[in-house]
Nanobody, 126 residues
């Protein structure tokens, strides 16, 4: 089991960049795939991207492909979401989530993920 804490959310202008961090506790962190999701006001939670247990595989939603990058450092129990060329429609609460998986294929459905952080707010002004 892992516990997740996101940080790095902020107010940023359109076109800017931001890096979110997801800190995990637990000795088995390296056995977990990590996903990033976001939820805007009055909208459903949506998949942003995910990274496999060893960083060998990543997958992104079409809406962020080419702008966002997920990375991880298992030795530090950390996962990062680098967000570039931000748009106002990227405004949302961002969550990192985890599920036990040592395959390279990662899940895109929130229901697959067992552990969730509390979220961090990202606001992109136009």
């Amino acid at each position: 089991q892992v516990q997740l804490v996101e940080s790095g959310g902020a107010l940023v202008q359109a076109g800017g960049s931001l890096r979110l961090s997801c800190a995990a506790s637990g000795r088995t962190f390296s056995s977990y795939a990590i996903g990033w999701f976001r939820q805007a006001p009055e909208k459903e939670r949506e998949f942003v991207g995910a990274i496999s247990w060893n960083g060998g595989s990543t997958y992104y939603a079409d809406s962020v492909e080419g702008r966002f990058t997920i990375s991880r450092v298992n030795a530090k129990n950390m996962v990062y979401l680098q967000m570039n060329s931000l748009k106002p429609e990227d405004t949302a609460v961002y969550y990192c989530a985890a599920y036990l998986n040592i395959r390279q294929r990662v899940a895109v459905y929130a229901s697959t993920y067992d552990e969730w952080g509390q979220g961090t707010q990202v606001t992109v002004s136009s």
